[in-house]
T-cell receptor
Framework: AQTVTQSQPEMSVQEAETVTLSCTYD???????LFWYKQPPSRQMILVIR??????QNATENRFSVNFQKAAKSFSLKISDSQLGDAAMYFCASPPGNYGGSQGNLIFGKGTKLSVKP | DSGVTQTPKHLITATGQRVTLRCSPR?????VYWYQQSLDQGLQFLIQYYNGEERAKGNILERFSAQQFPDLHSELNLSSLELGDSALYFCASSARTGDPRGGGNTIYFGEGSWLTVV
């Protein structure tokens, strides 16, 4: 079965500092997207950033960036200049494999709860 | 606002009952996904529809069923409810089934429907 592993159940960061959340996956596809979603206390799932696996360049969205290591199947999220509003659960997601254009669903890791200290 | 609309937002019902959750995808999106988020199981993929047809099935119980209508809205039917069915049910949508080169599988989530079975 395809899996997504987030090895850090909880992380804490000081406001304005940088934190990195880890994720590994094991899809067998060669071309795919990877995603980080944020779930604040409101429980809404918010797309943070996505990475195209066939691109070498790491994706960046403002203070959020990824470190994508395709060979290692590693996809970490770096949050720079952390803000109080970044406190949330963060989920890494990847396709289940056997993409073939017939599926688009994602498999999610169990999440990392990020706390931001003022 | 993701553009995905779910109703109702909250629902309390008794064991053995049946409920229907409704979802309107983002304008133009053909794929609809249903996910269940519970405390012990994390975020679980239930089922995907693409343009009215079932495209992928995950960990969906036989007591649960879904459909996507010609106007592309979707309904998730949960029957013979048990206490363990209490969870947050998300609907999500994407433009296509999943073309990694087209970016069509970026999934956008609704705010979820909280189901409490008592």
């Amino acid at each position: 079965a395809q899996t997504v592993t987030q090895s850090q159940p909880e992380m804490s960061v000081q406001e304005a500092e940088t934190v990195t959340l880890s994720c590994t996956y094991d899809t067998s596809e060669s071309d795919y997207y990877l995603f980080w979603y944020k779930q604040p206390p409101s429980r809404q799932m918010i797309l943070v950033i996505r990475q195209e696996a066939y691109k070498q360049q790491n994706a960046t969205e403002n203070r959020f960036s990824v470190n994508f290591q395709k060979a290692a199947k590693s996809f970490s999220l770096k949050i720079s200049d952390s803000q109080l509003g970044d406190a949330a659960m963060y989920f890494c997601a990847s396709p289940p494999g056997n993409y073939g254009g017939s599926q688009g669903n994602l498999i999610f890791g169990k999440g990392t709860k990020l706390s931001v200290k003022p | 606002d993701s553009g995905v609309t779910q109703t109702p937002k909250h629902l309390i019902t008794a064991t053995g009952q049946r409920v229907t959750l409704r979802c309107s995808p983002r304008s133009g999106d053909l794929s609809v996904y249903w996910y269940q988020q519970s405390l012990d199981q994390g975020l679980q993929f239930l089922i995907q529809y693409y343009n009215g047809e079932e495209r992928a099935k995950g960990n969906i119980l036989e007591r649960f069923s879904a459909q996507q209508f010609p106007d592309l809205h979707s309904e998730l039917n949960l029957s013979s409810l048990e206490l363990g069915d209490s969870a947050l049910y998300f609907c999500a949508s994407s433009a296509r089934t999943g073309d990694p080169r087209g970016g069509g599988n970026t999934i956008y989530f609704g705010e979820g429907s909280w189901l409490t079975v008592v």
